[in-house]
């Protein structure tokens, strides 16, 4: 199916080159390896090379983790194996109701209401404008927008909806948000928080214990990526090797002691 | 709303006691922790407590990580932290049409098969029937089985589908289906693998990139889970210190130098 | 050099399988594979192989990590790892004077002991007194006893020598024992701790910051064993996936804020 | 003990500005942060604070893990946390005489040389007159040199010396050197190996198996240093995530299939 206007294109240089566009006409993508126009994208496929004004790039068809890659990502500590295992083990799936909290530039945001799919439904709280700002146009360029419900609001002090599907918590105090959390989630559903450091661990997952939470884990992941070589492999020296810590539980009816 | 037969429930005794079942009028479940019956919590919600012959359970909604949990996994090496990678990171999406091989106890299967709704299609390639058989038991219970297409035959033989959204390999010799999993593929769609040693790390990872891959990564997930108390936190002393690799590229269309 | 009377030897039958003794006449070694009598192995060489009752044995010269492998450790939580990291970056050498507390089993102690040589010296600090005679006989074994001093006594309420050249904190508290210790240090020299929980880490870094300690690290290691097979290479699936932190700082003349 | 011409010094102004230097009359150490005379060094003691033209520094008594932090390193791959397992679990101990391929730096070498005293001997092959060249002036900063012989050699074509305590071998085809090795070394001591890329692991290992060492083991160690804030404790964002992977065994007599 040929690209027109106003699909997304992730456009692939190399693999610290990667943009994440929607195309629009007129418009023209500058990098520091050459120059291309949108225009010049329209009528091509995903998966096909297209010349730039000096070497050549791929256009690939969107995924949540490209908005990782390629992103404005002011307060980003999510990377995409936290996003993947927090969306995996919450047990969410298409048609679900989320809420989130906070928006941050939009990363989590967007790679839940992808997974949600075009029944589904986010209502994402931030105190922050600006960042809301941001996630928007993120979503934007990936036409997920109308599953985004955007609230200015202070998750801490109220949550509008009841009855949902899961919730994912990444702010700075997350067990200030666990009573109200508790409330709004259908029973047996996931609250999943993120923290990067070892003393929001504790007081999360006492939070959660404490509210009737059950089947609650702190869990981390770390990655390491491999550059392989003929007869060289080995992983690379230098990457992440800390973005922070998962804590999830599931929420029982009357609280119980199990 | 009340559960009622057929109905697939979690029942969570304890972190090492976690039974998934499909309900079934007349049936029991027997634990060396006591008993209880299905016709008991016929009526009950997700997140209620139930009474046992001796103590008591949770009745939780099942997710796809209760499967490795709870599963009779005679095959099994994948993790949670690796299915929820793979699935996020190939930017699958509810429905799609996805490729598998092999079938093994059906984890991933079954993943895959709740992650892409009610829309999606999963077709899984095994040759072991006996293992199909186990894979499809399991996917019953979570009333999945229609989402599923079982191919007892050798992915390495050919591919029946066309344009599929993305390929997910969990067998010895990856490469071998690579040729195959390429002409499948609809373009710029994901290929992903999975392999235990560090030999088929670069075998799988060369295959991908000679066929005409893009953006290839070869990766890993350690995982540490925390022993959460009040001042005495910290990760637990034993555990799962590897499971395997995930290898995975986008298809270029026409094969590129990128 | 034939092995004589009040020789160590370390007795190999398999990985798991691992016999530390000091050669007696009379003595003989029972376990699940077999027996074999000390007068047996007294004439032979470090590196021989020896008949037992069924299948041989392989008779090593001791090194300190075989402590680990084969002593009695009702307290131990320090792994060869930590401790050699701890030893090598102390800075100590041989002639050393070294303070450590507490005794535990006496790994530690006993890897000091070896670590310093003959002209070195231990001095180990532990409340409990069971715990200081199970360490004796641990270096007893290994002909180290004359290098260590054991005091039966609290740390925190004291360090009787001057001038040590490092001192070695394995304890609950060790933030309650970082005054004393840096009275006791020669300056320039180092004081490291271990501890097995986050909350731990902080109160010492921040115990040790504020007394005047420069270079300060909390670091921890995980270490990954390999199973090598021809072409089927990896790293073990299970195994110990986390043991402690490691705190550690040098002592400045007057506390400076560097 | 004041300092006097000819001693060593870890000069520490901050984590990322530390140098090692030989007290020379009329020397001067340049940094971006000012200046300071050797001169002005002389008569201070170690854990002192000295001023410099701007600021001011610490001047500690080296330890073999300032030589990683400081030192000229062109082929540096051995870090602090592999130097010290490689040395722990070899057994050595002061007095004992040491092989060691190749000299590289000399980082390895100076741990050694430091580890084994006064009595103790390293001799370190190369073929690169270079490296060692390096190596020796590092060593002499330390006044190590004398513990310290250098031979500008293959060790793959012999070893003059046998009986030796333990040999390490830092060299790009180690098990080209195993045959020689296993003729060289005292029965029951220890060859220790390091390889940066996991195809080297299975090679060394297995020449190592077939020649007849025992208790072979491949292992890594991956290291985490936190950074420590009051309420705001996590482990750092980037580090080094991969250095290398160490293969030991040790000789046994015959060879043996234990």
Avoid at 135 to 157: G, H, P, Q
Avoid at 172 to 188: F, G, I
Wanted: no cysteine; net charge neutral.
């Amino acid at each position: 199916m040929p690209l027109k206007e106003g699909d997304p294109v992730t456009i692939w240089i190399d693999i610290k080159r990667v943009y994440l566009v929607k195309l629009t006409k007129g418009k023209r993508l500058d990098t520091d390896k050459g120059f291309l126009t949108h225009d010049s994208i329209i009528g091509k496929e995903y998966g096909d090379t297209i010349k730039m004004s000096r070497g050549e790039a791929l256009l690939l068809k969107p995924i949540p983790a490209d908005i990782y890659t390629t992103f404005n990502r002011p307060s980003q500590v999510l990377y995409p194996k936290d996003v993947a295992y927090m969306i995996y083990i919450s047990g969410i799936k298409p048609g679900d109701t989320i809420v989130e909290a906070g928006t941050g530039s939009g990363f989590l945001t967007i790679s839940l209401a992808y997974a949600v799919g075009a029944n589904g439904k986010i209502i994402t709280y931030d105190i922050r404008q600006d960042m809301q700002d941001t996630a928007k146009f993120n979503a934007s360029i990936l036409n997920l927008i109308d599953r985004i419900e955007f609230k200015n609001k202070d998750i801490r002090e109220g949550i509008d909806e009841k009855n949902v599907d899961a919730i994912f918590l990444d702010m700075p105090d997350p067990w200030n948000a666990v009573p109200r959390a508790y409330e709004s989630l259908k029973s047996s559903s996931e609250l999943i928080a993120f923290v990067p450091t070892v003393n929001q661990i504790e007081k999360t997952y006492l939070a959660m214990k404490n509210q009737g939470f059950i089947d609650v884990h702190a869990e981390e992941l770390i990655m390491r990526e491999y550059q392989v070589k003929e007869n060289a492999t080995r992983p690379k020296n230098i990457g992440v090797i800390h973005t922070g810590y998962i804590i999830r539980g599931r929420k029982s009816i009357k609280g119980t002691s199990l």
